[in-house]
T-cell receptor
Framework: AQSVSQHNHHVILSEAASLELGCNYS??????LFWYVQYPGQHLQLLLK??????LVKGIKGFEAEFIKSKFSFNLRKPSVQWSDTAEYFC????????????FGDGTTLTVKP | DAGVIQSPRHEVTEMGQEVTLRCKPI?????LFWYRQTMMRGLELLIY????????DSGMPEDRFSAKMPNASFSTLKIQPSEPRDSAVYFC???????????FGQGTRLTVV
């Protein structure tokens, strides 16, 4: 069975600080990886996704993520966060025989202090 | 397309009452998911359908919960009887097979008092 682990439960940063949120998955086959963002009071929205090709994926709002197959990781990064990035971030994986199902991590709450 | 549509947006009900949440997936999407989100447990997958057929309902917490998908454009999640610990935001999502993202609805915030 596939699983997703997000190491940081809650991250607090000041504006302009750099961000890296960890995500590791367990599945040996081909996977598709996603980062979703949920702003306060809103539903989940796609931030970026990896299917194949260049392992460095660029998403919206200056976010990027790097797929490192050997480490089963898909960490999310942003060089300089803004107050408006305060949200909860979820890593998700789809793959294998259960290709229709998305497995989500527990989420990381990011608080950016102005 | 209007996206995944859920109704109602908010529901407040008394303990013991029946609650029905509704979802209209994006047209053409043949996967539909029901999730529950709480502060304590985060985002939990309750059940998902493929072509209107329930594939995995192992996340449904109790027999009080049931879900149906009578056709490709409509699904319901029912709680009967409801309890205060069912209070949560319930999200519906739909997707195409395999390599695409899941699209989420706005959610239904359920409060059971």
């Amino acid at each position: 069975a596939q699983s997703v682990s997000q190491h940081n439960h809650h991250v607090i940063l000041s504006e302009a600080a750099s961000l890296e949120l960890g995500c590791n998955y367990s599945y040996g086959g081909t996977v598709n990886l996603f980062w979703y963002v949920q702003y306060p009071g809103q539903h989940l929205q796609l931030l970026l996704k990896y299917f194949s090709g260049d392992p460095l994926v660029k998403g919206i709002k200056g976010f990027e993520a790097e797929f490192i197959k050997s480490k089963f990781s898909f960490n999310l990064r942003k060089p300089s966060v803004q107050w408006s990035d305060t949200a909860e971030y979820f890593c998700a994986v789809k793959g294998g025989t259960n290709a229709g199902k998305s497995t989500f991590g527990d989420g990381t709450t990011l608080t950016v202090k102005p | 397309d209007a996206g995944v549509i859920q109704s109602p947006r908010h529901e407040v009900t008394e303990m013991g009452q029946e609650v029905t949440l509704r979802c209209k997936p994006i047209s053409g999407h043949d996967y539909l998911f029901w999730y529950r989100q709480t502060m304590m447990r985060g985002l939990e997958l309750l059940i998902y359908f493929n072509n209107n057929v329930p594939i995995d309902d192992s996340g449904m917490p109790e027999d009080r919960f049931s879900a149906k998908m009578p056709n490709a454009s409509f699904s319901t999640l029912k709680i009967q009887p409801s309890e205060p610990r069912d209070s949560a935001v319930y999200f519906c999502a739909s997707s195409l097979p395999g390599q695409t993202q899941a699209f989420f609805g706005q959610g239904t915030r359920l409060t059971v008092v």
